[in-house]
Nanobody, 120 residues
Framework: QVQLVESGGGLVQPGGSLRLSCAASGSIFSIYTMGWYRRAPGKQRELVATITSGGSTNYANSVKGRFTISRDNAKNTVSLQMNSLKPEDTAVYYC??????????????WGQGTQVTVSS
């Protein structure tokens, strides 16, 4: 099975920065798309950013220009650099990895989530 561990969440003031990281481990044969999603209080989960194995990125309009997603294929990690944070960025952030495990079938794997709170 593929396991994901997220880190880097915390409390930050508006305008500040935070970097989230996610490490994938287990019997991984290939990782395709990696990304970050978030769920704010009282709202649905939404896509924040994704990055393909080829390096193509996609961002939600609300974070475009402020967040940057990157990946390290050798280390099976994906990171999200968050700058100019706003109170509305407050949410639980989830790492998502589309990968082929030991069965060679592709599945979406999810991390447990890490809390990001933007407040003065």
């Amino acid at each position: 099975q593929v396991q994901l561990v997220e880190s880097g969440g915390g409390l930050v003031q508006p305008g500040g920065s935070l970097r989230l990281s996610c490490a994938a481990s287990g019997s991984i044969f290939s990782i395709y798309t990696m990304g970050w999603y978030r769920r704010a209080p009282g709202k649905q989960r939404e896509l924040v950013a994704t990055i393909t194995s080829g390096g193509s990125t996609n961002y939600a309009n609300s974070v475009k220009g402020r967040f940057t997603i990157s990946r390290d294929n050798a280390k099976n990690t994906v990171s999200l650099q968050m700058n100019s944070l706003k109170p509305e960025d407050t949410a639980v952030y989830y790492c998502n990895v589309n990968a082929a495990g030991i069965s060679l079938a592709r599945y979406d794997y999810w991390g447990q989530g890490t809390q990001v709170t933007v407040s003065s």
